[in-house]
């Protein structure tokens, strides 16, 4: 079936370290990707998105890498804060449905001081 | 700038009981609106969305309903509610057009509800 996961459920980096966070999806069908951040007890918090005729968009210390090849999706956070700790969502739609995204399980980001 | 709301909080209720979530979303005229569930430590289930008022689409069979009486507002209800309704529940906003697939816009999401039922 249709499913978008991440690799791994918990990551923990040094303060400064750069994190990257990974995500796979199983339609080619799929057109475009979100990566979202969750701090405890709140909303998740929309970080960038990329589009499938793309393979690489920056925003700030964020790139989202998207490997259609083989239906790979990553998240990498450049000088990693504190701040950044939370759990980080890939959500994945397809034009043919929509705006129902499709929500990855998450990835716990732990930032060691 | 838009903002979107989510009341109460945190809400304990007992079993049986009847359940009102209210959302409204300012700053943006006739946007898609939804409602997620998200169990602990878990990803994102659509429960409901919605393209215009009184125009509600369900994703799952459940004990919930959800209303849209006015354009920017949209309320998740219960007549009774079951233990396993307890989650935490979040609405989002989307942009007009992006439900019927007309372009890709990231959905907006509201701080959500805790709800445990008891």
């Known amino acids: 079936g249709e499913s978008v996961g991440l690799h791994l459920p918990t990551l923990s980096v040094q303060e400064g370290d750069n994190s990257i966070i990974n995500c796979a999806y199983s339609n080619s069908a799929s057109d475009y990707f979100i990566w979202y951040k969750q701090e405890s007890g709140k909303g998740p918090q929309f970080i960038i998105d990329?589009?499938?005729?793309?393979d690489k968009r920056q925003g700030q210390r964020v790139t989202v890498l998207l490997n259609k090849t083989v239906k790979h999706l990553s998240l990498q956070i450049a000088a990693t804060q504190p701040g950044d700790s939370a759990v980080y969502f890939c959500?994945?739609?397809?034009?043919?449905?929509?705006?129902?995204?499709?929500f990855g399980e998450g990835t716990q980001l732990t930032v060691n001081p | 700038s838009q903002t979107i709301h989510q009341w109460p909080a945190t809400l304990v209720q007992p079993v049986g009981s009847p359940l009102s979530l209210e959302c409204t979303v300012e700053?943006?005229?006739?946007?898609?609106l939804y409602w997620y569930r998200q169990a602990a430590g878990r990803g994102l289930q659509l429960l409901f969305y919605?393209?215009?008022?009184?125009?509600i689409s369900s994703e799952v069979p459940q004990n919930l309903s959800a209303s849209r009486p006015q354009d920017r507002q949209f309320i998740l209800s219960s007549k009774k509610l079951l233990l396993s309704d307890s989650g935490f529940y979040l609405c989002?906003?989307?942009?007009?057009?992006?439900?019927?697939?007309?372009?890709?816009?990231?959905?907006?999401f509201g701080n959500g509800t805790r709800l445990t039922v008891t």
């Open positions: 989002a906003w989307s942009p007009t057009g992006v439900a019927q697939g007309v372009y890709n816009s990231p959905l907006h």
């Open positions: 700053g943006t005229s006739n946007p898609n």
């Open positions: 990329i589009r499938s005729n793309m």
């Open positions: 959500a994945e739609m397809r034009e043919t449905s929509g705006s129902r995204l499709t």
């Open positions: 919605s393209v215009g008022i009184g125009q």
